[in-house]
C-alpha cells in the first residue's frame, strides 16, 4: 500500500513500484490516514510505503495506530523531509527502513524486496505477536554472530543479514538481552577462546585470529580482563 496525499508523487511511487517490484502483485493507494486504515483492516498488506507530513494525521500517526491495533503490516517511510525527530519515531515505530524523496529504483527496489525476504524468512504470512516476532529476529541476530565470529562483524552488517534497521537492531538486542551488540560478540569470542584454549593446540596466536581477534596482544588483554588470568594460564589451568 502506498499513503501520499501528493496525487503525482501517489502516481509515481505506484508507477515505480509496479515496474521494480515485481514480487508484488498488488498495490493499494491511500491519499489520508483514514483511507489507509481502511485499506489495512480490509487487506492483507504487507508493506505500506507511508509518506509523513499528510493532512489532519500524519504517517508516524498511521504507524503508531497499526501498532496498537496489532496490525501485521511492515511500515517503509517515504518522506522529503530529513527532520531528526522523525527518524527517531520511525526507529520508536519499529519502521523498517526511512528513504528520504527522490528515491532511486534501486534504493526502492532493495528496500521492497529485503522487507519481504524478511517477512517470508519469519513465516508472516499471518499475524504474528510482537514479542515472538522479536524474539525470532534475536535468533537469528545471535545465528549470524556464531556463524560469522572469527569475522570483522558489524552493526550494519547484523542488519542487512535480518533485513532491520541497525538501530532497531540494537534497541531490541539491548531491550531483550540487557546487553549491548557489542558486548555480546566479545563474551561469545571470549567463550569460544576459552573452547579453542582447552580442546586444540592451536598457538595462542592462531585462537586469537580464529575467535575474532585480529591482534594477538589485545586478545591476551581483553581475555585477562574477562576471565582474570592471560590466555596461556588458562590454558595450563584447563
Known amino acids: ?19 521494480e517490484c515485481i514480487e508484488v502483485d498488488q498495490i493499494h493507494c491511500a491519499a489520508n490516514v483514514e483511507e489507509a486504515k481502511n485499506i489495512v483492516k480490509n487487506n492483507s498488506v504487507d508493506i ?10 500524519s504517517g508516524i500517526d ?41 528515491i532511486s529504483n534501486t534504493e526502492l527496489r532493495d528496500n521492497v ?9 519469519l513465516g508472516r504470512s499471518s499475524k504474528r505477536d510482537a514479542k515472538t516476532e522479536e524474539a525470532d529476529t534475536i535468533q537469528m541476530v545471535k545465528q549470524y554472530i556464531q556463524e560469522h565470529l572469527s569475522e570483522d562483524i558489524s552493526r550494519n552488517d547484523i542488519a542487512k543479514a535480518v ?10 538486542f539491548h531491550k531483550e538481552t540487557g546487553s549491548t551488540l557489542t558486548d555480546y560478540i566479545m563474551t561469545e569470542r571470549i567463550e569460544c577462546a576459552k573452547e579453542r584454549l582447552r580442546c586444540t593446540r592451536e598457538s595462542i596466536s592462531e585462537v586469537a585470529l580464529n575467535s575474532g581477534f585480529s591482534n594477538t596482544s589485545y586478545f591476551s588483554k581483553i581475555f585477562k580482563r574477562a576471565e582474570g588470568i592471560t590466555p596461556k594460564q588458562y590454558r595450563e589451568r584447563n
Open 1 to 19: 500500500m502506498i499513503l501520499d496525499d501528493d496525487v503525482i508523487e501517489l502516481k509515481g511511487l505506484k508507477m515505480l513500484v509496479e515496474q
Open 163 to 172: 533485513f532491520l534497521h541497525p538501530d532497531y537492531i540494537s534497541s531490541i
Open 113 to 121: 524486496t529485503s522487507c519481504l525476504e524478511y517477512r517470508e524468512k
Open 62 to 102: 498511521f504507524a503508531k495506530w497499526m501498532v496498537e491495533n496489532k496490525i501485521d503490516t511492515d511500515v517503509i517511510f517515504v518522506t522529503g523531509h530529513a527532520k531528526f525527530i522523525y527518524a527517531v519515531q520511525a526507529v520508536q515505530l519499529h519502521a523498517r527502513s526511512y528513504l528520504l524523496k527522490p
Open 48 to 57: 505500506a510505503l507511508c509518506d509523513i507530513e499528510l493532512p489532519k494525521e
